[in-house]
C-alpha cells in the first residue's frame, strides 16, 4: 500500500489521529481520479519554513504550507508537504476556528496542490477554499 508518513521537526509535534487522517487523504485522492505513491508531511516552526521559502521559492515571507510535487505520472500522486504549526496556531485565531479544524484544512490543501489545484489567482483562491470546506466535510 502507498505510504504516507508524518515527520516533525523541533519542537516536537504529534499527529492526533494519523491513522483517520491518511484514510481522509487517501479518500479525497481516489474521489479525485488519482492514486497516491508516497506523501510525506512535515510539521515544523515558522522559522524553518520561512527558511525553505527563502531557499527554495526565494519568498521572503512567512507561509502555512510549501508543498513540493514529485509526481510520477498525471494519475500518481508523490511529494513533500511542510506545514508550519505556529502559523496553523495563528491562522485558527486569526480565522475564529479551532487548531484542528485548521490543521486538517492546510493538511487537505497541500493534498489539493497535488491534485492540481492552484490558488494564485482570486478565482483560483476561491475554488480552492470550496473545494478545502468539501474535503473537510468528508472527515466528519
Known amino acids: 500500500m502507498a505510504g504516507i508518513s508524518y515527520f516533525s521537526q523541533k519542537p516536537r509535534f504529534k499527529l492526533k489521529n494519523p491513522v483517520k487522517t491518511s484514510t481522509w487523504i487517501r479518500k479525497v485522492i481516489k474521489k479525485e481520479g488519482k492514486s497516491l505513491r508516497s506523501l510525506n508531511y512535515v510539521f515544523c516552526t515558522d522559522e524553518y519554513l520561512r527558511e525553505m521559502n527563502i531557499q527554495f521559492l526565494k519568498h521572503r515571507t512567512y ?78
Not at 507561509?63 to 495563528?90: A, C, L, W
Open 63 to 140: 507561509t502555512d504550507i510549501i508543498t513540493f510535487n514529485y509526481n510520477p505520472s498525471k494519475t500518481e500522486i508523490e511529494g513533500e508537504i511542510y506545514i508550519s504549526v505556529d502559523r496553523v496556531r495563528e491562522n485558527a485565531e486569526t480565522f475564529q476556528t479551532d487548531f484542528p479544524t485548521e490543521l486538517n484544512r492546510v493538511i487537505i490543501h497541500g493534498v489539493l496542490h497535488l491534485l492540481g489545484f492552484n490558488d494564485k489567482t482570486k478565482a483560483e483562491k476561491t475554488a480552492m477554499r470550496e473545494k478545502e470546506d468539501a474535503c473537510l466535510s468528508l472527515l466528519k
